[in-house]
T-cell receptor, first 113, second 116 residues
Framework: KAGVTQTPRYLIKTRGQQVTLSCSPI?????VSWYQQTPGQGLQFLFE???????NKGNFPGRFSGRQFSNSRSEMNVSTLELGDSALYLC????????????FGQGTRLTVV | AQTVTQSQPEMSVQEAETVTLSCTYD???????LFWYKQPPSRQMILVIR??????QNATENRFSVNFQKAAKSFSLKISDSQLGDAAMYFC?????????????FGTGTRLKVLA
């Protein structure tokens, strides 16, 4: 069974540009969450999607957005990139129900120059 | 709001020895889950162990076990017979069982070094 797949693995963008990151969850997982990981702030929750609906959103500016498609694949978009957006972006997928855990992808390393 | 605290930024252990990583959390909820995730240099977060708050029995997975003290809001991870492959960042995480979402709250992590 394939794991969570994130593309691309690495990205270099210039300040002011926008970027789109992609996440394909494990087959059958309908919940997809995104996290930003930085050395200073650690792992911070961005948002969670379930069945194409955003269920929860973290404390990030509106420049950060996401969506989920009918096949559960998810994308997140960051517009007007800032240097501080440089981070590892992790995607996680889960089955619905209790006693489940999140399965993470290998992340996308975004560098803003 | 819930918080998770890992007070040990870095720990070292000799190969084959035992090490305990600490984690405390704060919540007003009664139903929740606690997790330990491992993040090796490959960056992929891997689940080590999970504990349901309603279970009094401490979870165990092979060489990994937890000491869950619900009243003290403490959730430590014990690694027995440490191996070189255990070297990684370890994150303690909390997930509510009542919020209807799968949002995880992570601690700041403990870097574990295993000395040969």
């Amino acid at each position: 069974k394939a794991g969570v797949t994130q593309t691309p693995r690495y990205l270099i963008k210039t300040r002011g540009q926008q970027v789109t990151l992609s996440c394909s969850p494990i087959s059958g997982h309908r919940s997809v969450s995104w996290y930003q990981q930085t050395p200073g702030q650690g792992l911070q929750f961005l948002f969670e999607y379930f069945s194409e609906t955003q269920r929860n959103k973290g404390n990030f500016p509106g420049r950060f957005s996401g969506r989920q498609f009918s096949n559960s694949r998810s994308e997140m978009n960051v517009s007007t990139l800032e240097l501080g957006d440089s981070a590892l972006y992790l995607c996680a997928s889960s089955l619905q129900g209790p006693n489940t855990e999140a399965f993470f992808g290998q992340g996308t390393r975004l560098t803003v120059v | 709001a819930q918080t998770v605290t890992q007070s040990q930024p870095e720990m070292s252990v000799q190969e084959a020895e035992t090490v305990t990583l600490s984690c405390t959390y704060d919540t007003s909820e009664s139903d929740y889950y606690l997790f330990w995730y491992k993040q090796p240099p490959s960056r992929q977060m891997i689940l080590v162990i999970r504990q349901e708050a309603y279970k009094q029995q401490n979870a165990t997975e092979n060489r990994f076990s937890v000491n869950f003290q619900k009243a003290a809001k403490s959730f430590s991870l014990k690694i027995s017979d440490s191996q070189l492959g255990d070297a990684a960042m370890y994150f303690c995480a909390y997930r509510s069982d009542s919020s209807g979402t799968y949002k995880y709250i992570f601690g700041t992590g403990t870097r574990l070094k295993v000395l040969a």
